[in-house]
């Protein structure tokens, strides 16, 4: 009774329609809808089916962009959630030019399965394994989008995540995926908001050296971005991820943006945000625009 529950909510939430009552199966849910798909996507290593919502560039094909959201302070809010709409501020900046956007829901939110594998509860505070487990499901998702005939699924692949999004996007680049190329980080980590409280952090020392043990294997490119007045990880914070991701060996472009709004940890999503962050993230991806992938340093 309680996932139908969240299949209606899933359904009002985003207009489209589910499936037929019985088993569930990988594959897409219902009928397209414009230029927007949704699919559950088999988690490998598991027998979890996570949703994702696909939307295609206005030319109907598009090569890949994976974007994964963060994780809600009040872990009850974690059952409500849905993919982001396509006409999002966000997503439309990147179908407009011409990528085919997939927007998976991990496990143990909305409507995927569960349970949920992201737990990284002080005081042991597992960030490098809540990573890997959010990872695990980005890649899925970029391997089943590469199958679909709307994804030019032979080009290269770009990664974008914000909040335990961008850590999860940072825990992939650890794995050094074939086919991705470049991975955003927007305002990534985990442990913010600890107690519910603004501005503090279960455990700022493992976060950043969770940070440290991504970057020791990462070959990927990532820009990676946060702001002056971000509530979940202050800039002392940001720094120290970034520093020891870079020290171990990671290969990040940082950017440390002023101040936005009331929480700049909102940037990557709020209204407006794209005239901030999207000039430093079209710049950082026109080496990918036509290249194909190219070798990695070992």
Do not use: K
Not at 141 to 146: F, G, S
């Amino acid at each position: 009774m309680i996932m139908r529950a969240l299949a209606i909510v899933l359904l009002v939430l985003t207009g489209c329609a589910t499936a037929p009552d019985g088993p569930r199966a990988a594959g897409p849910i219902g009928e397209a809808q414009g230029r927007e798909q949704m699919h559950r996507v088999p988690v490998a290593g598991t027998s979890a089916l996570i949703q994702m919502r696909l939307c295609q560039p206005a030319s109907g094909t598009g090569r890949l962009v994976v974007i994964n959201h963060g994780s809600p302070a009040v872990a009850a809010n974690r059952a409500t959630m849905a993919p982001s709409a396509c006409g999002g501020e966000a997503v439309s900046w990147f179908t407009s030019r011409g990528y085919a956007v997939a927007l998976p829901l991990r496990r143990g939110y909305g409507a995927s399965d569960g349970p949920y594998a992201e737990s990284s509860t002080c005081p042991g505070a597992a960030f490098e394994q809540a990573g890997l487990e959010s990872a695990r499901d980005i890649l899925s998702a970029i391997d089943y989008a590469r199958t679909l005939p709307d994804v030019r699924g032979s080009e290269p692949v770009i990664v974008v995540g914000q909040s335990a999004g961008g850590w999860g996007s940072l825990a992939l680049a650890s794995r050094n995926p074939a086919g991705v190329v470049a991975v955003v980080n927007m305002a990534g980590g985990r442990g913010g908001w600890a107690q519910n409280a603004p501005n503090t952090n279960c455990r700022p020392d493992l976060l950043a050296d969770a940070a440290g043990a991504y970057g020791r294997t990462a070959r990927i490119p990532v820009l990676s971005i946060y702001t002056a007045n971000d509530s979940f990880f202050a800039p002392a914070i940001a720094r120290n991820i970034q520093q020891n991701y870079l020290a171990a060996g990671g290969v990040m472009e940082v950017h440390n943006l002023p101040a936005f709004g009331s929480d700049g940890h909102n940037l990557f999503f709020a209204r407006g945000g794209s005239l901030v962050w999207g000039p430093e993230v079209e710049r950082f991806l026109a080496p990918f625009a036509l290249a194909q992938a190219a070798p990695r340093r070992t």
